[in-house]
């Protein structure tokens, strides 16, 4: 079958990266055609029915990372997206009850001083150094970092970075570089001394990231978590009315009102090249497109090896994208609720924490403990999860009376020892995450009637995500800006002429921002 069809942009993926892009350069004026594997647009962001009348997020399931000036550049809001924050903050089980941390900062400090004075005294001071480094890099995060060794326009772009840090005072330029280079459970031991507090600060480094806690580099995570924001509140986390699909759907309709073509079922098979220059792509079923322009929201190792003839790369290059690291170790679980789970260490009849995050990560010590039976295991049977229960903040997700939970658990590794597959063990370990919640909420495992699971493979086939990985690659420090994907390839220019990245495998990576696909599309536009 041969069909040509010419536009000046061909954008490969529908995913919220992709059509963050799609939509920008078709604001400016260009013709963008978006052609997406499966038969929905959203990728990671996508919402959907996993039971009767149980509708979830079922990838993603959290927003603050997504970036203020996306929202307002393509007018998300007016077109669908509505955000509600989770005011609850988060609540923590502990093997003999809780701790609960809200957005109300005397609150904080009363519920750490039950564990410990000294950390109550601390929290405030540990927050806003946090807080003003994470300020300082989210400046960073909305343009393409330097490539190493690429001409006078990366160096001009390296001291542009370098002054944006610089605005940093002396002691704010300690704490990044100690944020860069220590691990995540020293950099918490050096502030905190009571377990609770640190398991669940730590938590968020640990969020599809496979590592030991005390892993050097991994404090860094930290920061990562707190570039976000809701509604102008720093670091605060929300969800997505109907689900982080709605996300999707709202960038869609800002797209197509700009003329971007969207056309799903249309797997992209390779991209045509002549003398290294793009000049459009084949589908699977044989279809040609021609653009001059590639946009690839996909993982760098799927661009770089299967859709472009790997020759273009040096053989340095080569060899770090083959050793281009992605393993989340995540496993996501939707599940339909007859009531709501009833947690031993509170009263009955409160439910304030259900509109907040509930995390089961009681310590450093449990985290490692989950790490080393993964490393060794496959996955741990003592699983680190976040729990929310949006249907208590979003009606429209589950019918009258029952809930929708969100299960995001570390650790669970994408390979598995003595040739297990995922499909033959996914229900069990399901069984034992369901299980974990129910010791701290006795009602919960019989109040389950429905539930979607993604494992790690399920999170590979269903998304091309290689290894499962929720961010197309692993962020740690030798994947991160001017090294991600690999040093060379940092400003979304491909190799080969006319190719740009602009998924979470490019700078700043992971997480539902829409950054890449911004970066991208300025760099782009930048080139024509």
Known sequence: ????????????????????????????????????ARDRIGGAALTEEFHPGFRNSVYSYSVSLLHPKVIADLRLEENGLEILERPAGSLSLLEDGHMQLTRDGEQTRREIARFSQRDAQRI??????????????RSLATQAPPNFGGGWRDVLSLLKSGNQLRKLDSKHQIVLTELMTRSLGDQLDSWFEGEPLKGLLGFEGVIGNFADPYQAGTAYVLLHHAFGEVKGRAGAWGIAKGGMG????????????????????????????????????????????????????????????????????????????????????TFRMNVALAELPRFT??????????????????????????????????????????????STQDDTLAPPGGHVASLFCQHFQRELPHNQSWDEVKEIAAD??????????????ASVVGRQIKSPLDIERDLRMVGGDIFHGTLHLDQFYAMRPIPGLADHRMPTKGVYLCGSGAHPGGGVSGLPGHNAAQVILRDR
């Open 124 to 137: 405030d001071a540990f927050e806003d150094e946090i807080a003003v480094v994470a300020q300082a890099l």
């Open 345 to 390: 260490s509170l009263p009955e009849d409160e439910d304030f924490h259900f509109k907040g995050a509930i995390e089961l990560c009681p310590s450093l010590g449990y985290m490692q403990n989950a790490y080393r039976e993964a490393r060794d295991q496959g996955w741990t049977r003592q699983p680190i999860v976040s729990m929310q229960v949006p």
């Open 246 to 329: 709605a996300i999707s759907d709202s960038i869609a309709t800002v797209a197509r009102q700009y003329g971007v073509q969207i056309e799903t079922e249309a797997p992209v098979a390779s991209i045509i090249t002549e003398n290294n220059i793009a000049r459009g792509v084949v589908t699977e079923d044989g279809r040609e497109f021609h653009a001059r322009t590639i946009a690839a929201n996909l993982h760098p190792q799927l661009l770089l090896t299967k859709l472009l003839d790997r020759d273009v790369l040096s053989d340095d290059q080569q060899r770090r994208i083959d050793a281009y690291r992605s393993h989340s170790a």
């Open 1 to 36: 079958m041969s069909e040509h069809t010419s536009s000046d942009v061909i954008v490969i993926g529908a995913g919220h990266n992709g059509l963050v892009c799609a939509a920008y350069l078709a604001k400016a004026g260009l013709s963008v055609r978006v052609l997406e």
């Open 432 to 445: 034992a995450i369901i299980d974990a919640i129910d010791v701290h909420a006795p009602n919960f495992k």
